[in-house]
């Protein structure tokens, strides 16, 4: 009788096997739950009947995917699955690169130059800060029509002192694009030539708010802001109001506001006109021109032998 007893309880003792619960505890099961058990379950079985009572990797426990448990059998905590970012489509690779391997935004600032003083490097300088243009590119204008019969300096000598003041600065670029224009050189006509060359309109145009007055009569001024945008330098005298006005016929309304900028700078009171003068009566025109240019222009006096 006590055989038998011994026999029904050892029975019953293999009979219910522990299993791990949801919680992470350890609970007794039946034989239903050992026969529908993996393979990987009764492996971790036979090391309980060793005496291992260690939980080894991969053991299920019941909790979702991505959790798992925390120190001690304690409660789940989520992990980072080992592919957590996907890898990027194709497409924002090939646009990243593209975006690097554009030129620069470059910014044309036309005029004759005539000669190149401080307030042009100035408006140069601002454009520059302006965090909207890579490079300022001069254009010297070769037969400029609105000078009327005025005598200039061969653009030879106005190009040479435009190298001068901007070889300390590499963002300063010097163009001789209208010299291969027929004469007299129109805005219009150059920017057709930046566009045929593979310049994308919209191209910045860099002035003076002075100049910009005159836009309305400038040739084929509907060209000039069909294929461009404005970079205006302040100037003395000329308050915003009195630029929407003058170029009203070709920017009514936003139209002004969506194709013309002002700098944020101080006005610029430097004149060409007053420093030819100047020259003109050997006069020097100090901080007015950039100090290479006025080596080359203002001659020294003579040394004192006496």
């Known amino acids: 009788m006590a055989t038998s007893s011994t ?27 050992q026969a529908a058990a993996a393979p990987c379950d009764r492996k971790v079985e036979s090391r309980r009947e060793k005496g291992d009572h260690s939980r080894p990797a991969g053991w299920r426990t019941g909790y979702p995917q991505g959790l798992r448990l925390g120190a001690a059998g304690g409660r789940p905590r989520r992990y980072r699955p080992r592919h957590r970012h996907p890898r990027p489509p194709p497409f924002y690779f090939l646009l990243s690169t593209f975006l690097l391997s554009l030129p620069p935004r470059d910014c044309y600032f036309g005029g004759t130059f005539d000669p190149v003083h401080a307030g042009h ?38 190009l040479y002192l435009l190298h001068l003041a901007c070889a300390a600065d ?12 027929p004469a007299p050189s129109y805005t219009a006509r150059t920017l057709e030539l930046l566009v045929s060359r593979g310049a ?5 145009l860099l ?10 009569h400038w040739y084929h001024p509907e060209r000039v802001v069909a294929l461009a945008r404005i970079l205006a330098a ?16 070709l920017l009514p309304g936003d139209a002004f506001d969506r194709h013309v900028r002002l700098l944020e700078m101080a006005p610029v009171a430097c004149s060409a006109t007053e420093i030819r003068r100047l020259l003109a009566h050997g006069l020097d025109p100090g901080a007015l021109l950039p100090e290479v240019v006025r080596a080359a222009l203002v001659p020294k006096p003579p040394l004192d032998t006496g």
């Open 7 to 33: 026999a029904r309880t050892a029975k019953s003792s293999s009979s219910r096997r522990s299993a791990p619960t949801a919680t992470g505890r350890w609970r007794r099961v039946g034989p239903s739950a």
């Open 121 to 158: 490097l100035a408006i140069a300088r601002a454009a520059l800060a302006s965090g909207e243009v890579a490079r300022v590119v001069f254009l010297p204008a070769l037969a400029p029509p609105h000078k009327g019969g005025r005598s200039l300096r061969p653009f030879a000598e106005r």
């Open 170 to 181: 590499p963002r300063l670029v010097v163009s001789t694009l209208e010299a291969e224009l």
């Open 200 to 204: 994308a309109p919209p191209i910045l």
């Open 207 to 216: 002035m003076g708010a002075d100049t910009l007055l005159d836009l309305p």
């Open 234 to 249: 302040p100037r003395p005298g000329v308050a915003i109001e009195t630029l929407r006005a003058a170029v009203a016929p």
